[in-house]
Structures are given as structure tokens and as C-alpha cells.
């Protein structure tokens, strides 16, 4: 099965955030634990669904993963906003276990590495349907819902 065509927001100039969803780039990153993982680099967004897939995440340099392996991605479900300030929470990561989470260099996204991430977030990677951006990890109404 072949990936769809994912761009940086940036670079789509004809498209912008949602209306009425915060624009969350910039917006820090908290693990499970509370603590700052990073902050919200960009969105990845799948231009054909009108969708934003990931959240390119820049960690913090107290991880010291190495000069281009400090930034990963993040499926848009397995993250929600802060209903106060502008946090982005992933309860499934911590400042240890995105030490082994798969790095992401603004390379192409291949369905390998993106299976890569799943399981190192503790999700299944099978899948019933072949619908890939189906499951609830790529809810982006998920993510925004808290926010009011």
C-alpha cells in the first residue's frame, strides 16, 4: 500500500488551520509525566484529505539525540490540547521512552517508519481496514476537542 503525498503546512500556501482549532506550532510538548519533551515545530498535513496528520515535534536539547535526530513525529490522535494554557500532551511518551521513539529528519514518510511510530507508541499496527488514517491515532477531532 503507498503512502499519501504528506507536505509541512508551511510549504501549502493555500492552506491554513482549520477555524475555531488553535494553530499549535510553537506550543510546548508534555509527556505523561508533565514534563517538557519539546515544543510543536510544524504540522505535517495530508493535502489531498484536507488533514493534518502529524506534529513535527523539535525535543528539547537536554535529550541529545544527536544533531539531526531531534525532531520526531507524532500522530495527531495520540496527542490532545491543553484546555488552559497552550500545552499538547502525549500521555504515551516520557523523557525516557522518546529516547527510543523513531527519529524524523524531513524525510520522505514511508508506511515502515510510520508503523515504526505506532509500535513505539504501544499501538497495534494491524489494522482490519486498509484505511490507514482510519484509526484513532490520526483523529485530528480527537486532538482539538478539548480545547475550547
Known amino acids: 500500500m503507498e503512502t499519501p503525498l504528506l507536505r509541512r503546512l508551511r510549504d501549502l500556501t493555500e492552506f491554513e488551520v482549520a477555524d475555531g ?5 510553537g ?6 509525566d508533565g514534563h517538557a519533551l519539546g515544543q510543536v515545530h510544524e504540522l505535517i498535513v495530508e493535502p489531498a484529505a484536507l488533514k493534518v496528520r502529524y506534529l513535527d515535534v523539535e525535543l528539547d536539547a537536554r535529550f541529545k539525540r544527536g544533531q539531526h535526530e531531534n525532531h520526531i513525529l507524532l500522530p495527531i490522535g495520540v496527542a490532545s490540547l491543553d484546555t488552559d494554557g497552550d500545552n499538547v500532551f502525549v500521555p504515551a511518551l516520557n523523557g525516557e521512552t522518546v529516547l527510543n521513539y523513531p527519529p524524523y529528519s524531513e524525510i520522505q514518510i514511508t508506511r515502515d517508519y510510520e508503523e515504526a511510530m ?6 497495534n499496527t494491524v489494522s482490519e481496514s486498509d484505511q490507514f488514517y482510519e484509526r484513532d491515532s490520526y483523529d485530528a477531532a480527537a486532538f482539538y ?3 475550547v
Open 145 to 147: 476537542r478539548r480545547r
Open 27 to 32: 506550543w510546548a510538548v508534555r509527556g505523561g
Open 118 to 123: 505506532l509500535r513505539a507508541l504501544g499501538i
Open 21 to 25: 482549532n488553535p494553530d499549535v506550532r
